[in-house]
């Protein structure tokens, strides 16, 4: 007994000692205790003063009617039928060219607009007329004070010389097809050449016994008279007229109305500051102006008041006379024929008489595009051809 009342005693006293020095540590803590009782409402605060109303905004609808009127648009659509667009008589002839097509159809123009400049447009089999897509593009925005969605109203880059030409704003539409697609500086060479042409067109064989050869070039008609060779010289001070489509083109209009491009000094008028939509478009009067695309006489009458046609102060009339005297003397020189361009050898002075009368005619205005500009230009011509 006294035994086992020790080693109960040892026990206790060993679980005793352990217990002290496990009850040195932190036990683990408590469960949080239960949420308060929540407090009563406050009182409701004063009410705020009203602020001002706002300017009322424009009616949604008002702002789409500016344009979208079925009346309006009637009217677009029955002007567009007097347009040289819609007429489109060289689609065909220009055809999925390409070349062409970029500015002759519908397809081909919006492709070009997506593609880095110099690069060379595709050939496609169907080529459509340039119309209400071609020019317009979806809306970037519905909001206030919309304007007229447009495929393209940035500058235009020079196709034929790099050259930035810029109306600021949608006259740059037309410039992109409305310009000049040769350079003067692409025909003048710097080396002696001969060329050797045949004809066996009657008509050529006409025309072509008159052209104008270069100093040593002659033209020779077979024993049979049905085939005409003609052999061009071309020393360093003559030019190569090298194609029956010499010159810069159709439409050189951008640069006509910008100044430059042809042989004289430069000088932009104030006509370029109307930009092309200025006279083209703007009031509509009869079948000209708006979506015609055919000048009206109310745009001209803004500036030039009183005006009944477009030969102001009788200048077409004396364009007119000028160009027909220039054009005689370039038939006479062997380098025009029936108005066309002819292959030939030309002195230099014939050469840029040629040019400048090329850019004048292709034009199409008869004088009314750039005035001044033009003034020089003719002169430069008739001093060149002794006139
Ligand atoms: C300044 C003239 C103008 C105003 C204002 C105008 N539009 Fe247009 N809208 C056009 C022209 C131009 C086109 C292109 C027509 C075409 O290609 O047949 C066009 C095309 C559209 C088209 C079809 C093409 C597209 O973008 O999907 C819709 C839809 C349209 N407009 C809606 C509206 C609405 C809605 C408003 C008013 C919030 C409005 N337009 C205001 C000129 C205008
Ligand atoms: C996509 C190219 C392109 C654009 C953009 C363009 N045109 Fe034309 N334009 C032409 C072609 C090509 C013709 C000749 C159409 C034909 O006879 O096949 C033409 C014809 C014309 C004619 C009639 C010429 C005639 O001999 O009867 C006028 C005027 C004209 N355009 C003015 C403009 C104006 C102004 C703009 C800008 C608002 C413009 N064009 C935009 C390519 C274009
Ligand atoms: C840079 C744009 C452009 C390119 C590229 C172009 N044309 Fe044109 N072409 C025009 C414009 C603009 C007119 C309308 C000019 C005018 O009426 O004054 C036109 C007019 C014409 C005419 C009518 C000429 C006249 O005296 O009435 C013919 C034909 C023609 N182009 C053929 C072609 C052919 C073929 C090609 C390809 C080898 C071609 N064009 C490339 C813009 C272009
Ligand atoms: C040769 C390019 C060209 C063609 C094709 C063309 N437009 Fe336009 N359109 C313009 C230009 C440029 C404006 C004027 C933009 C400006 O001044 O902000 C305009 C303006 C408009 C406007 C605004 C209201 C007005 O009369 O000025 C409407 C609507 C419109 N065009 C619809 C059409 C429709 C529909 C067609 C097809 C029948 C069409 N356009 C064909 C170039 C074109
Ligand atoms: C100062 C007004 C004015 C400006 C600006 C103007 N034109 Fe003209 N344009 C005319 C007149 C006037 C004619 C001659 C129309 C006639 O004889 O029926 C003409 C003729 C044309 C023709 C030949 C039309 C035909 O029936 O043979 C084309 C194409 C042309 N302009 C395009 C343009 C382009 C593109 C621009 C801008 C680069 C432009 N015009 C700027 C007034 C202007
Ligand atoms: C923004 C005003 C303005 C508009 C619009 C305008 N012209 Fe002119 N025009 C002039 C000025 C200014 C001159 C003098 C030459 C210059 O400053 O470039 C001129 C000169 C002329 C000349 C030569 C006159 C002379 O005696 O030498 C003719 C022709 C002409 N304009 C025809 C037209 C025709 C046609 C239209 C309409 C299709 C037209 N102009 C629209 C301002 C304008």
Redesign the pocket.
Known sequence: MKHKSILKFILFAFICAFMAASCTKEGPQGANGENGVNGENGVNGINGINGTDGTPGVDGNMSCLVCHTKAGMDALNGLYAYS?HNAAA?VS??GG?G??S???SNELFLNSLSQAPGVATIDIDYPTKISCSTCHANHQSLEDDIPAPLTLSDAVVS?ADGTILDFKGPSNLCAT???S?RDKSYYPKSEAKTFKRTFTKTADIASYTHAAVGPAGYVQLNATEDTLTVVFDVPTTHVYISSTHAGP???P?ANTLLGYGGYGTTSKGTHASVGCTGCHMGTVEGTTGGHSFNPSLVNCNTCHSGATDFDINGKRTEFNTRMAAIQAALEEAGALHDGHPMYSSVTMAEFQAFWNFMMLY?D?SHGVHNPPYFETLLTEAETALGL
Do not use: D
């Open positions: 040289g060289y002839y220009a060219r070349g062409c970029p500015c002759h196709i097809c409305h310009q697609r083109h159709h439409g209009q292709e199409h």
